[in-house]
């Protein structure tokens, strides 16, 4: 019953909004030219409605409403993808917040209270990788302004997320508990680690070491991987169920690793062809998690490409745009008009496809 009513009002919701709040152009793409419309307005979106007033990016805006949690995850993707367009003005929008919220002298907070501004005391390996990228990235076209600011965040991870004996580089760091025994697989970006070699050449032995890592990992028939690395038992775990974005994501880095990942790609394939890749998969492939998403298919889209699928790629981008909401209160955003949801992990995912793929796949879209 209380389903029902949600989905009543979400309706109601939809019908109302959509002629309150008819689609808009863009002003986005008026600054920065390298921007597509669909990339102005989704960029619009997020300072519409996911930016607070602090310049924190909200975990979501669910059944219309914000969430109160930031992370630092969407933070590093904003910058990664103002970095590449070397867009100052979104770079300096964003970028404050990052520093000032997050930064916790020597790692990123995983995430912060957008109410009380409270920050996390841990922090996630992928999410401080990715704002090192960022910077990195921005680095090149302002050569020599962040190199202080990278170097503080390769020595942060260095000496609190690695093992300076066995150079192992920890899942996340806690300020109570310190580095914990494991790391995720679908964290080792090893190609960010290849770049932070040259602000520390101690980053050479921790990507060789995750290096091996993706090469040895065992995989089933469907190409699922394990969830994660024990380094003092020295064995991979392995959940019962995988969630796609995680797997996808640890077939993109064991591919940059020189890992052949075929097994996955073709069961991607397959799931394409019936239609849709779901979020989650029981081990022998049978989903466990019908419902597919934004981020499902941009990341998707981009492995196709790097295992040398375009025509996969193409399909994948195209139902990744399936998502895109053109009119009402959410117009511009990636998500569900019902139940009015739009996930912040996902319009960023979408937006950073459509910056890498230009010219291949989106076509200036």
Not at 231 to 243: D, I, L, N
Not at 333 to 361: C, H, R, S
Request: net charge neutral.
């Amino acid at each position: 019953m209380k389903r029902k009513l949600l989905l009543i009002c979400s309706l109601l919701w939809y019908h109302i909004s959509n002629l309150c709040f008819p689609a808009v152009a863009s002003t986005s793409e008026q600054l920065n030219a390298n921007m597509s419309p669909v990339e102005g307005q989704a960029v619009d979106f997020i300072k519409a409605r996911l930016a607070d007033k602090n310049g924190l990016i909200l975990n979501a805006v669910e059944f219309d409403r914000p969430s109160k949690t930031a992370l630092s995850e969407s933070a590093g993707q904003i910058m990664l993808y103002a970095a590449r367009l070397d867009d100052d003005l979104l770079w300096r929008l964003y970028r404050p917040s990052a520093e000032k919220y997050f930064w916790q002298n020597g790692f990123y907070a995983w995430r912060v209270n957008s109410d009380t501004l409270a920050p996390d005391t841990v922090s996630a390996l992928i999410d401080d990788l990715r704002l090192a990228k960022a910077y990195m990235t921005m680095n090149k076209n302002h050569v020599g302004e962040y190199d202080d600011k990278i170097a503080a965040v390769s020595t942060g991870l260095l000496t609190k997320s690695v093992d300076g004996g066995h150079g192992n580089i920890s899942d996340f760091y806690d300020l109570e508990s310190g580095a914990a025994d494991h790391v995720s697989l679908f964290y080792l970006d090893i190609e960010t680690m290849d770049e932070l070699t040259a602000y520390d050449r101690r980053w050479q032995r921790v990507k060789d070491n995750c290096t091996k890592i993706l090469r040895d990992m065992p995989e089933n028939e469907q190409g699922f991987f394990p969830k994660a690395y024990y380094f003092s038992a020295g064995k991979y775990e392995r959940k019962e169920e995988t969630v796609t974005v995680e797997n996808l994501y640890t077939a993109i880095f064991a591919q940059k690793a020189g890992r052949n990942t075929k097994k996955f790609a073709e069961f991607l394939r397959k799931e394409l062809t019936k239609g849709k890749i779901a979020n989650r998969y029981f081990a022998d492939g049978r989903p466990s998690l019908s419902h597919d998403s934004v981020a499902v298919y941009a990341l998707a889209a981009r492995y196709f490409l790097y295992v040398g699928d375009k025509t996969a790629a193409k399909t994948a981008y195209d139902k990744m745009m399936t998502f895109f909401i053109e009119d009402g209160r959410l117009a511009g955003g990636f998500g569900y008009k019902l139940p009015a949801t739009v996930y912040a992990f996902d319009q960023l995912e979408a937006l950073l496809t459509i910056n890498e793929t230009k010219g291949e796949l989106s076509a200036g879209k």
